[in-house]
């Protein structure tokens, strides 16, 4: 109950100060997405919208189960991507427990590890919007927890959750099958064939991928722009928390586990921490192992001998404090980020005009939001069998910063732009402190084509005339 209610609680405070909206871009283009299978029956072929027109080839995990149970119960898919992702949130954390159980850690670091999970940014924020990650994690988690058993029904039940994956996350079942080989080779080499067995149902599963969807590159999947590691205390929207990497150091300190699986954790936790700063969709995995060296390091620093009782209280009640006064903060954060107000009034304004077929031009981070509009974008941050999206974003980058006539109508040209969105946040990512008479932003107020005809508070709209 508990954990429930605190998972609920950005959507809650987001509703509270008088928002209805979703939390994050992504919930836009799964609403978006279900509402169509859910009232055409059926996964159609080609989505016109995304990209100007791309085959559908979404990862129709999450899709599925949300136009599924909105066709059973009822409740809206709007409804649905707020209360599901609480309910898969509070199974996570119950299974974390059992998780941690099999692996024989002290009650103590248990709790603790399961406290520091659940109030960690990147679990509250995959609890809180309407993505497949927390489905991903879950099945991770179930997946390691039946596969922990020697059982036969233990075995079909991990296939089953192992194998469900790549249909919710086509990129968490890549590295879950090279985690689940780490620890059977260096952890449990009894339960070898099993995971040969699981991995070539992946090579399976990903041959279907790659035989109806075409081959996978790496470099489609959604990267970072950045190469700093995402601290969420400073700034970043979707990062460790810093009071938990400081004590997952300490719990590295002292692993009173056997050798085998502290060579698995020094081997994964590096990987990991390679991979979740180029794709920060495996953050919330990282998070895992984050949190236990998390749980087992506050542990250690309450069993240390301390020279003063007294500072060894205050040091470990300063810490508990700081990571719930950290939570508190971020979920505060978590209900302000995109969609804001303003920027839901641009999408109803766009959603009011024009027709479907019109395209409207903006940084990809708001290209789901133009969908939803009903209308097709240049862009949009679901990069993976996007038709030729490094040609579109080096076309895009080259327009957001011209200086040139002749390329701003090439580019209005090539594309069949009929409006131009900027909100805030992406005027300032672009243009930040740069002069404001050069670039795109100079057209728009001064070339005849350009007619401003949407302005609030965060989001502007110009129409784009022959």
């Known amino acids: 109950m508990a954990s429930s209610l605190t998972l609920a609680i950005p959507n809650l405070l987001k509703t509270y100060k008088g928002d209805e909206g979703l939390i994050g871009d992504q919930s836009y283009l799964y609403v978006r997405l279900a509402e169509y299978v859910a009232a055409n029956n059926q996964f159609p072929d080609y989505d016109q919208l995304s990209f100007q027109g791309r085959p559908f080839k979404y990862n129709p995990g999450w899709i599925f189960l949300l136009a599924s149970l909105h066709s059973l119960v009822g409740l809206s898919i709007s409804a649905l991507s707020k209360i599901l992702p609480v309910i898969f949130g509070v199974l996570t954390i119950i299974f974390f427990f059992l998780l941690l159980r099999r692996f024989k850690l002290l009650n103590s ?26 489905v991903a994690i879950l099945l991770s988690i179930l997946g390691f927890y039946f596969f922990s058993f020697r059982g036969k029904l233990s075995f079909v039940l991990s296939v089953f959750c192992f194998s469900l994956i790549p249909f919710f996350m086509l990129f968490y079942g890549l590295i879950i099958m090279v985690l689940l080989l780490i620890y059977v080779v260096i952890i449990d080499r009894q339960q070898l064939k099993k995971a040969l067995l699981i991995l070539f149902l992946f090579l399976l599963i990903y041959l279907y991928f790659i035989i109806f969807l075409g081959p996978i590159n790496l470099s489609d999947f959604y990267a970072n722009e950045n190469t700093e590691f995402p601290i969420a205390e400073f700034g970043a929207a979707y990062g460790i928390s810093l009071f938990g990497l400081i004590l997952s150091f300490f719990g590295m300190y002292k692993l009173y586990f056997k050798k085998q699986v502290k060579i698995f954790l020094y081997l994964s936790l590096p990987i990991l921490i390679f991979l979740s700063i180029k794709y920060l969709e495996l953050i919330p995995l990282l998070n895992i192992l984050v949190s236990v060296l998390a749980g087992i390091g506050f542990v250690n620093l309450y069993k240390m001998k301390w020279e003063s009782h007294l500072i060894k209280r205050v040091t470990l009640v300063v810490l508990v404090i700081s990571i719930v006064a950290s939570s508190l903060i971020y979920v505060n954060r978590l209900t302000t980020i995109n969609p804001s107000v303003s920027l839901i009034d641009g999408v109803n304004y766009l959603e009011s005009i024009g027709d479907p077929t019109d395209t409207v031009f903006a940084h990809y981070s708001l290209g789901y939001y133009i969908n939803y509009a009903g209308k097709k974008n240049v862009m949009d941050s679901y990069f993976l069998y996007a038709p030729n999206f490094k040609k579109r974003l080096y076309d895009s980058n080259r327009f957001f910063y011209s200086e040139d006539v002749v390329l701003i109508d090439k580019f209005i040209k090539d594309y069949s732009i009929d409006y131009v969105l900027f909100d805030k946040d992406t005027y300032n990512l672009l243009y930040g402190e740069k002069d404001k008479n050069r670039y795109l932003p100079f057209f728009l107020s001064n070339y005849k084509r350009f007619r401003l005809v949407f302005n609030n508070t965060e989001v502007s709209i110009w129409r784009v005339y022959p």
Not at 113 to 126: D, G, H, K, N, R
């Open 109 to 134: 670091q248990i709790t603790a590890a399961v406290f520091i999970f659940l109030l960690s940014p990147p679990f509250v924020y995959i609890s809180s919007i309407s993505s497949p990650l927390v």
